[in-house]
């Protein structure tokens, strides 16, 4: 299972606008993304190989507006998040969603571009293997990135 973030994975933020990365601007429910041009085929990738699931502050509009724009497959799930209880225990407010979603044993990867310390220690401590895959919000998901996913998946097939 892949755990796939859009802003600084898909949606870039914080280059030199006088020389952006591949990709083009597009607003999306009222706000304008830079959307990566190489992403699309990344993700298409990871598609064979991983259950992909948006981890998202956009939780259901992420699928409602990616595919389109990316010509990435429509109908992929997505997490839903309250905070109240990640904010009380000083956990990043997506790992509770995670965490009911995966469940304590599946194997996971979680690209994103805000892993903070508290993703670290709960991926040290899953009992599940975990995987940590952090991007550069200029740069977005790359090859390397997707290469490490691979070897990683790999090595639980071993």
């Not at 839903?80 to 904010?87: M, Q, W, Y």
Request: overall charge negative; aromatic content about 8%; hydrophobic content about 45%.
């Amino acid at each position: 299972m892949l755990f796939l973030d859009v802003d600084g994975v898909i949606s870039l933020f914080g280059f030199d606008h006088r020389r952006p990365p591949a990709g083009r601007y597009t607003l999306i429910d009222g706000a304008t993304h830079f959307l990566s041009a190489t992403a699309p085929a990344l993700i298409a990738e990871l598609a064979d190989r991983f259950e992909l699931v948006w981890c998202t502050g956009w939780e259901e509009k992420a699928d409602e507006h990616l595919p389109s724009q990316l010509g990435l497959p429509r109908g992929l799930a997505h997490l839903t998040f309250t905070t109240a209880a990640t904010a009380a225990a000083r956990r990043h407010w997506k790992l509770d969603a995670i965490d009911t979603f995966a469940g304590p044993r599946r194997p996971l990867a979680w690209i994103d571009d805000a892993h903070d310390d508290s993703c670290r220690q709960w991926a040290a401590e899953r009992a599940g293997p975990t995987l940590l895959v952090v991007t550069e919000p200029a740069i977005g998901i790359t090859r390397a990135h997707v290469r490490a996913l691979g070897v990683w998946a790999a090595s639980l097939t071993n």
